[in-house]
């Protein structure tokens, strides 16, 4: 037992020593099996000064590249196309007045380089102004009055120096000049929104420029972040109760009747196939026959608003920006007065789809802001379904429908809209709301289908009064 317990540490110890000095020369040489990494691509396992030397070089070419790339990447940011230009032909005039000695071709350089110099000078330094922007309103309506307000602070004890900043708005680019301004002083100014035509707008960022007289260098800095400003379509408002078309409004009691319902309207003798639930135990009693309840069909309204995108349907924008505006008072009106509404525009077809697109789409209503964020952005499309399919898509997929308003353009004849009015249940008011600007308000109805023309939006409340008095 004594003699074997030596033996066994004796062997252990080779394969111990062993193993630490393998790991000692995997330290030693740097790598490990299977890493593969730039020392290992330029110099393997060489070990020495010359391949630290190539290591060294490899590194140091490695960050004057990156430095390079970062300088070119500044360069490039700030040199405009004429700067690039005016550089060229003052290098091409130095070379070729001196070659050929031609002094003005020289004296051509030396603006050339003159120009160079005052550009690299208007870069010297920056700004120490604080820029900010503000909205004081993100939702407007067409028309109104709406603007941006830029605000730039001087928070250093010195006067700044005057300098100017851009602000896109839309389409457009305005420039806001700030004069200096005193040690912790500020200045404002307003920027005015355009609001003649519905739509959103992108306001901002605000960026701050700085350019040399020439233009041959312009650096950019951005202050603040887009901002979005959306403009609704012009709305009117329309009072409840000028919608009395609607003969089933909610919680209004019809002249239907029916055996089954909350609205009690009589008691009656029973007659066969009469629900036995309805019995009257009561009466039936005194009268000696059986007799059952009577209730009066009460209906909870459901409108639907639907808008044809169709720019065949429409004379022009004019006519289209009207049939907006009178398709979101309607919905609006509706959601307002917490009715079942659906509001629906057509769906377009993409431009190179192989086959229209057969659908619909809705706009949301849980709200009304909601819904004229969606009206804002709604256009006309020259490849959507007519009025027709729109009608026939909702009174195909939406249930409990009680009126339909289809808002359409002038150039719709009264044959497809009552052609539209077939494409619901029965039962279903349609009236369709012909937007023609500046005509004449006119009010028809045919069978299953009530007409109203309006030349202006103040003529839809008036329809809508005249067909209330006229149910």
Not at 111 to 126: K, M, N, P, Q, T
Not at 317 to 338: K, N, P, Q, T
Request: with cysteine.
């Amino acid at each position: 037992m004594t003699d074997r317990r030596p033996v066994s540490t004796r062997s252990r110890r080779p394969s111990s020593t062993r193993s630490r000095r393998g790991s000692t020369a995997y330290e030693r040489t740097g790598t490990v099996a299977g890493l593969t990494n730039v020392r290992t691509r330029l110099v393997g396992d060489r070990e020495g000064v010359a391949a630290d030397a190539v290591v060294g070089l490899a590194r140091a070419w490695s960050t004057a590249w990156r430095l390079v790339k970062r300088g070119w990447a500044e360069v490039s940011s700030v040199v405009t196309g004429l700067g690039w230009t005016v550089a060229a032909l003052t290098l091409v005039a130095f070379v070729l007045g001196y070659r050929f000695g031609l002094r003005e071709v020289v004296v051509v350089g030396f603006a050339g380089a003159l120009l160079v110099v005052v550009a690299a000078v208007a870069l010297i330094g920056r700004s120490r102004l604080v820029i900010r922007m503000r909205l004081p309103q993100h939702r407007v309506a067409v028309g109104d009055a709406a603007g941006v307000v830029v605000t730039a602070e001087n928070p250093v004890r010195f006067p700044s120096v005057p300098t100017t900043v851009e602000v896109p708005v839309g389409s457009g680019l305005v420039d806001v000049a700030i004069p200096s301004i005193g040690p912790r002083g500020t200045f404002e100014r307003e920027v005015p929104v355009p609001t003649v035509r519905r739509g959103v707008l992108d306001v901002g960022p605000v960026t701050g420029v700085r350019a040399d007289p020439v233009g041959l260098v312009r650096r950019e800095i951005v202050w603040t972040a887009r901002e979005q400003v959306i403009v609704h379509p012009r709305t009117i408002a329309i009072p409840s109760t000028s919608t009395g078309l609607v003969r089933d409004l909610e919680g209004q009691a019809t002249t239907d009747l029916s055996p089954s319902d909350i609205a009690f309207h009589a008691i009656r003798e029973y007659m066969p196939g009469d629900d036995p639930r309805t019995i009257h135990w009561k009466s039936t009693a005194k009268s000696g026959a059986l007799m059952v309840r009577q209730f009066e069909d009460t209906r909870r309204s459901h409108l639907v608003v639907a808008l044809g995108l169709s720019r065949a349907e429409f004379a022009d924008d004019e006519e289209f920006e009207l049939a907006v505006s009178a398709a979101a008072s309607l919905g609006a009106r509706a959601i307002r007065d917490g009715r079942e509404v659906t509001v629906v525009v057509s769906e377009r077809t993409p431009e190179f789809a192989k086959r229209p697109v057969y659908a619909v789409h809705p706009l949301p209503t849980v709200t009304p802001t909601r819904l004229l964020d969606d009206f804002a952005s709604v256009g006309l499309a020259d490849a959507c379904l007519p009025i027709a399919e729109v009608a026939r898509i909702v009174g195909t997929d939406t249930a409990g429908i009680s009126v339909a308003f289809l808002v359409v353009g002038s150039t719709v004849e009264l044959p497809a809209l009552r052609l539209a009015a077939t494409r619901f249940p029965v039962g279903v008011e349609v009236v369709a709301v012909i937007c023609e600007p500046e005509a004449q308000p006119r009010f028809l109805r045919v069978a299953g289908l009530t007409v109203m023309t309006i030349g202006y939006l103040d003529d839809l409340r008036h329809a809508l009064h005249r067909s209330a008095s006229a149910a």
